[in-house]
C-alpha cells in the first residue's frame, strides 16, 4: 500500500518530465498501433492476429514462471514466425503499399461511410432484382461488410460504379460478358462484377440448390457478406447471410433485409425484427418451400 502511494505522489513529477514531442511520439505510436488492429479486424485475419497474440502473451507468462523449456519452443516458435507472419499477411501487405503508392492511404485509417451511395444500392438492387425475378433472369450479388473481400474480387473484372437498376439489368443480361459471375458492392458502389465466388461445403443443402445458390451461401460462410441471389429458373429471389438461405422474396422482403443488414446501428429495431424473421424461416429455406424442381446453376 505504501509504495502504490509513494507512486501517485510522484506521478506529478513524472508529468513534468513529459514534453511536447513526448505528447507525439506516444500520439503516433497508439494511432497506428489502434488502425493496425481495425485493419486487421476487417480483414480475414483477425483470427490469425488473435492466435499471435495469445502465443506472445504464453510467452511472456512462461518467461515470467521461469518455463525454460516453455520459453525455449516459443521464443524460436516467435522468432520463425515473423517470416511466417510476412508469407501469411501478404494480401494484407500488397494491399497497404499500393493503397499506399496510389495516395488513397487514408482508405485504411478513415472509416467509410456509405451514405447515400449504400441506400440508392439497396433501393436499385431490389428495383432491378423485381425485373430480373418476373423475367427470369439470374442474377448474384454480395454485399460487403466487415470482412474485405479481395480474394474473390481478384477473380473478376474491377469497376467503380454507382448501382443502378439498368446497370444491373444490363450486367447481368444472359448476353453479357460479365452475367456469369457476381458482383460485389463495396460500401454502396460495384468494385467488381464476374466474380467467382467460393461453393458451400455443407453437404445437407436442398439438392434443388443449383451452383448459384451454392456460391452465395458459400460465400456467406466464409465472410459476413449478405448476398442476393435470383435463380434463373425459376425466377426466385433469395438472400444468403451466414450459411442461412431465406427463399422466395418479393422486392419488398429484399429491400426490407438489405437495408436491416447493410446500414448503421441506428437502425436497430428494424435489424431486430428482420433477423427474427430470419430465423423463423432459416429450417424452411433450406426445404425449398414452395418451389420445384432444379434451381439455376
Sequence with gaps: MDAILRFLRQIPEYIKLIGPFDVLDMALIAFGVYHL???????????????VLLIIGAMLLANLLRLRVVSYVLNRTVELGLIALIILF?????????????????ELFVSESAGN????????????????????????????????????????????AAVSAQLLKN??????????????????RIVGA??????????????????????AIGASENSDAVVAVVSEETG?????????????????GLEE?????????????????????????????????????????
Aim: hydrophobic share 40%.
Design 37 to 51: 488492429f481495425r485493419f486487421a479486424r476487417k480483414s480475414r485475419s483477425g483470427q490469425l492476429v488473435r492466435a
Design 90 to 106: 501478404q494480401p494484407e501487405l500488397r494491399r497497404f503499399l499500393e493503397q499506399m503508392g496510389s495516395g488513397r492511404i487514408k
Design 117 to 160: 451511395d449504400l441506400e440508392n444500392a439497396i433501393t436499385e438492387t431490389a428495383a432491378a432484382y423485381a425485373d430480373l425475378s418476373a423475367e427470369k433472369v439470374g442474377a448474384l450479388m454480395v454485399f460487403e461488410r466487415k470482412t474485405i473481400l479481395d480474394d474473390m474480387l481478384k477473380t473478376g473484372t474491377p469497376l467503380d
Design 171 to 188: 450486367l447481368f443480361w444472359n448476353k453479357a460478358p460479365l452475367h456469369d459471375g457476381a458482383i460485389i458492392v463495396r460500401a454502396g
Design 194 to 215: 464476374g466474380c467467382m465466388l467460393p461453393l458451400s461445403g455443407n453437404v445437407n443443402l436442398d439438392h434443388s440448390l443449383g451452383m448459384r445458390h451454392r456460391a
Design 236 to 252: 426466385t429471389i433469395s438472400v444468403a447471410i451466414n450459411g442461412a438461405l431465406q427463399r422466395n422474396l418479393d422486392r419488398i
Design 257 to 297: 433485409i438489405l437495408r436491416a443488414e447493410l446500414t448503421p446501428a441506428e437502425e436497430e429495431g428494424g435489424r431486430i425484427a428482420s433477423s427474427a424473421a430470419r430465423l423463423t424461416s432459416v429450417f424452411k429455406g433450406f426445404k425449398g418451400d414452395s418451389t420445384n424442381g432444379k434451381e439455376d446453376s
